[in-house]
């Protein structure tokens, strides 16, 4: 999917030595890297001597003029070749080389091969190694918990919130082979502890079966998905427990990724609107309008027969919320992150 996760890639190809006669060509593809470099006919007898990476050509062919065409065509994580990423960009940087003799002697010919990926703002990772919280839920599922940094490029360096800032939460549930699956939340509080007792104190987040009620007293929303199967929290820092040490304590299910009900949903209150909007697809907010009341359905079969998805209770923390009265962002300015669909 890396075509639909960069929006464009700059290769550069720079020379650090010359030979006559030479003319190469890189194309920065997909998940891959294709070189082909003209030779001349004085190299075509040592063609395993040509190297990308450490990989010798993939093919390569005399050209009727006596000169060589030798093509490299590796995947981006072969061949040695080294990933850097500095900010929004991935870069995969290689040598293209004449070595006449085996290593440690220097290569006679040595060319600096470079892709260049621009990520889009607000990308993340499909599979972020967990921060605070993982679980293995049913069927063999793994599901994920993590904080993430301010921009959602990884994963957050501090535990710190000041009061008003936003906390960005991702959860994920590892499909494996199973089939697709849709991550829902079905219920989020925040409590003073690791474990929920019944005397424990809570601020309620997400409530009602997938109703984000922190939203409509607050400017907390789900950010668009990169890949159904998980889920961006962008969570208004709030004024429980100021100071204290707080655990978010969410029931994470696994669901169809096609079905939506009022009891399988993940919805947002949007103050542009007044009104609440279904994350997944717009056109059947209906579905939220119970998030003011009860979203229980009318009729109730028996529990037993009811499909109640994949379910796992997951604990993110702790994390601190300190008063800072420089945070707090009127509704009308706040802008919230954006996510490149994925899938």
């Known amino acids: 999917v890396m075509s ?39 190299l075509v007898e040592h063609a395993a001597r040509l190297f990308l990476g450490h990989c010798v050509p993939s093919t390569f062919s005399v050209l009727p003029t006596g000169e060589g065409m030798a093509t490299f065509h590796y995947n981006l994580n072969g061949c040695a070749i080294k990933k850097r990423v500095t900010g929004k960009k991935h870069i995969y940087s290689t040598s293209l080389t004449y070595r006449p003799n085996r290593k440690p002697k220097p290569a006679a010919i040595s060319h600096h091969i470079k892709c260049v990926y621009i990520r889009p703002e607000g990308w993340i990772p499909p599979f972020l190694i967990p921060a605070y ?18 921009d959602l490029t990884g994963l957050a360096k501090s535990s710190l919130f000041p009061l008003g800032s936003f906390i960005p939460i991702w959860a994920a549930v590892d499909q494996k082979d199973h089939q697709p699956l849709l991550l829902l939340l079905e219920e989020c509080v925040a409590a003073t502890t690791p474990e929920l007792q019944s005397a424990s104190l809570v601020y309620p987040i997400i409530t009602n079966k997938g109703c984000l009620a922190d939203g409509k007293t607050g400017n907390s929303r789900f950010l668009p998905r990169y890949h159904p199967s998980a889920i961006l929290l962008y969570l208004q820092s709030f004024k429980f427990a100021l100071g204290e040490e707080v655990y978010i304590h969410c029931k994470l299910v696994a669901w169809d990724p096609e079905v939506f009900d009022i ?15 279904l994350l997944d697809d717009p056109s059947q907010s209906d579905l939220c309008k ?5 979203c229980k359905p009318r009729l109730k079969r028996g529990v037993d027969s009811e499909p109640q998805g994949l379910v796992q209770n997951s604990v993110l923390g702790p994390l601190t919320i300190v008063e800072n009265s420089e945070t707090r962002i009127p509704s009308e300015f706040v802008k919230y992150p954006t996510v490149e669909q994925g899938w």
């Open 263 to 277: 009891e399988k949903k993940a919805c947002h209150y949007i103050k542009e609107t007044g009104e609440w909007e």
């Open 4 to 42: 639909l996760l960069w929006q464009c890639a700059i290769v550069l190809a720079v020379v650090a030595a010359s030979a006559a006669n030479e003319d190469l060509n890189v194309d920065c593809e997909k998940h891959s890297i294709k070189v082909t470099w003209k030779v001349s006919p004085e």
């Open 133 to 150: 919280g993982s679980a293995e839920g049913h069927g063999g599922l793994v599901f994920h918990m993590a904080l993430l940094n301010e």
């Open 290 to 294: 119970c998030c003011d009341s009860s």
